[in-house]
Nanobody, 126 residues
Framework: QVQLVESGGGLVQAGGSLRLSCATSGRTSSRSPMAWFRQAPGKEREFVAGISASGDITDCADSGKGRFTISRDNAKNTVFLQMNMLKPEDTAVYYC???????????????????WGQGTQVTVSS
């Protein structure tokens, strides 16, 4: 059974940094692309960043380019999202997701991901 547990969220001032972690369990936890999505109140859940199974391919949404970095440690079955220069508009619940398919790259749409964590709140104050 695949499980994902996020941690690292919190309250930070604009310009600050946070590192989110997603611990995964299950026999396929390091064999599929993984991604971070976020959802702010009143908005749709949107792609933030993704990483391939091996970690050699990454993708980041325009909203986070130059500020966010995704990485993974397959030996520890963990994926990270380093967020720097945070802005108030980054405020959202951040979800870790894992694909159930063998994607060659990194899908950036929700339906490609079959497993989701419960989310961690990130609040950026102005």
């Amino acid at each position: 059974q695949v499980q994902l547990v996020e941690s690292g969220g919190g309250l930070v001032q604009a310009g600050g940094s946070l590192r989110l972690s997603c611990a995964t369990s299950g026999r396929t936890s390091s064999r599929s692309p993984m991604a971070w999505f976020r959802q702010a109140p009143g908005k749709e859940r949107e792609f933030v960043a993704g990483i391939s199974a091996s970690g050699d391919i990454t993708d980041c949404a325009d909203s986070g380019k130059g500020r966010f970095t995704i990485s993974r440690d397959n030996a520890k079955n963990t994926v990270f999202l380093q967020m720097n220069m945070l802005k108030p508009e980054d405020t959202a619940v951040y979800y870790c997701a894992k694909s159930g398919g063998r994607w060659g790259g990194v899908p950036n749409f929700r339906n490609a991901y079959d497993y989701w964590g419960q989310g961690t709140q990130v609040t950026v104050s102005s």
